[in-house]
């Protein structure tokens, strides 16, 4: 049972332009939310994360919003660069009380930037 | 600031093999984790070490095993390697145990023939 999901494997996006990167969860524990990205024969790097008890957060070309009634949640760049062309990882944690749950991730999105 | 890094990079074991793989953590970080990403899949928690105790485990078997050591450096042991073991195998250190960024090394890829 995927806890979260990423239902789109890849996405083709125009440089310049914006692009939206989708992400659903289904366990209601989950707090806090974390985006990664991966360049192929590198560990997925850390590019912006969101506490269950905001809607939004933007840090430079990068924000996520929250949509909790939803289960749902968002990753826009704007404008997209051809080096932002990567996987995407959507994962999500919660405290359940019992010692650390670990993240549980998406199945990614590949995100290719046309030039 | 050093990074996290892990070793081997690649390494081929045989079925029923036990296996060893090797992570430094980023400097000034006191927690490790350990994930498994099969392919087309994302990563999988296996466990999370804290002070040199597991503090966290995802639902894999006790066959994988782990330490953590006084200078944060971990090891992940498999122990009766089986085809599905085939993956790569992520260590992220953080600091802090809970809702810090993970920041992940380039991984070890397993394959289990």
């Known amino acids: 049972d995927q806890q979260v999901k990423q239902n789109s494997p890849s996405l083709s996006v125009q440089e310049g332009r914006i692009s939206i990167l989708n992400c659903d969860y289904t366990n209601s524990m989950f707090d806090y939310f974390l985006w990664y990205k991966k360049y192929p024969a590198e560990g997925p790097t850390f590019l912006i994360s969101i506490s269950s008890i905001k809607d939004k957060n933007e840090d430079g070309r990068f924000t996520v919003f929250l949509n909790k009634s939803a289960k749902h949640l968002s990753l826009h760049i704007v404008p997209s660069q051809p080096g932002d062309s990567a996987v995407y990882f959507c994962?999500?944690?919660?405290?359940?009380?019992?010692?650390?749950?670990?993240?549980?991730f998406g199945k990614g999105t590949h995100l290719i930037i046309q030039p | 600031e050093t990074g996290v890094t892990q070793s081997p990079t690649h390494l081929i074991k045989t079925r029923g093999q036990q296996v060893t793989l090797r992570c430094s953590s980023q400097?000034?970080?006191?927690?490790v984790s350990w994930y498994q990403q099969a392919l087309g899949q994302g990563p999988q928690f296996i466990f999370q070490y804290y002070r040199e105790e597991e503090n966290g485990r995802g639902n894999f078997p006790p066959r994988f095993s782990g330490l953590q050591f006084p200078n944060y450096s971990s090891e992940l042991n498999v122990n009766a390697l089986e085809l599905d073991d085939s993956a790569l195998y992520l260590c992220?250190?953080?600091?802090?145990?809970?809702?810090?960024?993970?920041?992940f090394g380039n991984g070890t890829r397993l394959t289990v023939t």
């Open positions: 994962a999500a944690v919660g405290d359940s009380g019992g010692g650390a749950d670990g993240l549980t």
């Open positions: 992220a250190s953080s600091l802090g145990r809970y809702n810090s960024p993970l920041h």
């Open positions: 400097s000034g970080h006191n927690t």
